[in-house]
């Protein structure tokens, strides 16, 4: 084989080379040009749907509902009939709960909202609906 044969084949395969790795890089840079997940506006779920009477079944007015564990602060809690309600909106997760109303025994309890906070989309959860009766004092 002459000089000029050899040459012509080592350019080749130089070219081949310098092409299947100039693919190879771009197949794996495609990954990183792709935008970022963007999280859409979500509103937040209603996590509990809490239906307070008192012990006789009337609703009970002035319910304060305070709140810790997979949230914390109060929770919006609405008179009328038949009952009074409390809506806590939130994520998946143990929340625990304690009822307050005038002349009334106070409650604790716990409640476990299970649901799923995908990556890129909105939070889903399966609303939990309790029901709960205050002793007068």
């Known amino acids: ?34 935008p970022d997940c963007v999280m859409p506006p979500c509103p ?17 007015p002035g319910v ?22 409390c809506f806590v909106p939130g994520m998946p997760g143990t929340y625990n709960l304690q009822l307050a109303a005038a002349g009334f025994q106070g409650k604790t309890l716990s409640v476990v909202v299970p649901g799923s906070t995908p990556q890129c989309a909105c939070a889903s959860v ?4 309790v029901s709960v009766a205050l002793t007068p004092r």
């Open 126 to 129: 399966e609303t939990q609906q």
């Open 64 to 85: 304060t509902l305070t709140l810790s564990g997979a949230a914390s602060g109060s929770a919006q809690c609405t008179d009328g009939a038949p009952a009074t309600l």
């Open 1 to 34: 084989m002459d000089s000029a044969a050899v040459k012509k084949t080592t350019d080749g395969r130089r070219g081949f080379a310098g092409l299947t790795l100039l693919a190879c890089v771009s197949v794996g840079c495609r990954h990183q040009t792709e």
């Open 44 to 60: 937040l779920p209603v996590a509990i749907m809490l239906s307070v009477t008192s012990a006789a079944g009337d609703p009970v």
